[in-house]
């Protein structure tokens, strides 16, 4: 039985895609590649007149000295490159949170950057090594020579903007539009396991009757879950369903159960191994089937501007607009159901997943409980959530009233003075009038 790769192979592209190496050791691929077919074919598309009426021909030393003193510059805007990216990973670290390093990482803009300078000099040693030579003919080093400096040219302005994109980025403001748009983004495949398949059938979880024989897996190792196959679960023979214990964001200990298959005999071990196939763990949580951890990011950003150590309740008003917003919009999509069956296997899966409820606890929880003792952060939830009651479905106006009950109950021990006992009171009674 062939184990299923889809899954695994997504997780690792997903850490291959963020990492500072995969872009620019891309680049220096081509770059290799474009180095060596300007040598070789520069003497059979180029003629000698082009340099002797348009461009200054330049002979092989010269071609040498000038190649080397664009290198060593490029060598050593590509160290500033990387001292530059260091400093803002450090400060994101300790300003922002360290598990937004993700952010800053999957940045293409610094990939590209770095990418362009790594490659330029991979360009200019190939090019060196050429016109090194004895014979190099003076078309292959003029050529070579007008080409390192365009290049150069160009690194000079990839450096300027490289610059102003580092000190953007480390701008609270920007971090935060960056993890909200990466949180929108996700969406699209957050909910891929809503059961709109045809073959798929929702059903009741009291509906599912246990099987004569359960078998427990689980596995000696430990991490986070960061996938869960359920479509090849649902397309296997020989059993009868399979109940989930685990989803995307729980953390595994060593031995802990993870699923129970139902069948009416006992399954052999290879069906065993291809089952925890299915279930990829990892270091750390992603957002490739976990809403919650997208939406914990910002309210990171939240938590740390309202410790004592920053006190920034403005970036913390921030981080639940952009929180309200990802809730509505949330919204709009069908959540996963707890089981299912496919109708061509007869399978059915149980599982645990996630609910709006959850998300909107993730989103709001925490950051009610740090704000307690800041009037005007505790008056802003409230007013998201109000915003959040008049745009949602009725089915999760609920769990609204319950976060707006919860910041009220938890601001009244903190009111000092009547105008903000009164703006809470405007504030929550805007939220019963809309009910």
């Not at 050791?25 to 059979?44: E, K, Q």
């Not at 952060?377 to 959530?385: G, S």
């Amino acid at each position: 039985m062939i184990k299923p790769v889809a899954s695994f192979t997504q997780a690792k592209w997903q850490s291959i895609r963020a990492s500072y190496w995969f872009v620019p050791v891309c680049m220096m691929l081509i770059a290799f590649c474009l180095g060596y077919a300007c040598i070789y074919y520069t003497p059979v598309f180029i003629s000698e007149s082009l340099f002797r009426d348009y461009l200054p021909t330049v002979p092989a030393d010269t071609a040498s000295d000038l190649i080397s003193a664009i290198a060593t510059s490029i060598i050593t805007a590509t160290s500033i490159a990387f001292s530059m990216t260091l400093v803002a990973l450090t400060m994101a670290s300790s300003q922002f949170g360290p598990r937004l390093l993700q952010t800053f990482m999957d940045d293409r803009g610094t990939q590209l950057v770095l990418g362009f300078f790594t490659s330029t000099f991979v360009f200019c040693l190939i090019a060196l090594h050429r016109v090194s030579v004895s014979d190099t003919d003076t078309i292959t080093s003029s050529a070579l020579s007008v080409l390192v400096l365009v290049i150069g040219i160009f690194d000079t302005l990839v450096l300027i903007y490289y610059i102003h994109h580092i000190a953007r980025f480390i701008q609270v403001d920007e971090i935060i539009s960056r993890c909200y748009h990466e949180c929108i983004r996700s969406l699209s495949h957050l909910f891929t396991l809503t059961d709109e398949k045809k073959n798929h059938q929702c059903l009741k979880p009291s509906a599912i009757v246990d099987s004569p024989v359960i078998t427990e897996l689980s596995l000696t190792e430990s991490g986070y879950v960061q996938t869960v196959d359920y479509h090849h679960l649902l397309n296997q023979d020989g059993i009868q369903g399979i109940d989930i214990l685990v989803r995307a964001g729980d953390h595994v200990v060593p031995n802990e159960t993870l699923l129970r298959i139902h069948s009416t005999t006992q399954i052999d071990d290879e069906r065993k191994h291809y089952c925890l196939s299915c279930i990829v763990l990892g270091k750390k949580r992603t957002s490739l089937q976990d809403p919650e951890f997208s939406v914990s990011q910002l309210v990171e950003i939240a938590l740390r501007a309202l410790s004592p150590g920053i006190n920034d309740p403005i970036t913390a008003m921030t981080c639940a607009d952009r929180l309200t917003s990802v809730c509505i919009l949330m919204a709009e999509h069908q959540f996963p159901s707890q089981a299912i069956r496919n109708t061509n296997t007869n399978i059915w899966l149980k599982r645990r997943t996630y609910t709006y409820e959850s998300v909107l606890n993730t989103a709001f929880d925490q950051l009610r409980q740090a704000g307690e003792k800041h009037i005007d952060v505790m008056i802003h939830l409230v007013r998201c959530l109000n915003v959040m009651r008049k745009q949602l479905p009725q089915e999760y106006i609920q769990a609204v009233d319950t976060q707006i009950s919860a910041v009220n109950d938890l601001v009244s021990a903190h009111i000092g003075c009547d105008k903000d006992r009164n703006d809470v009171t405007a504030v929550v009674n805007i939220g019963k009038q809309l009910h």
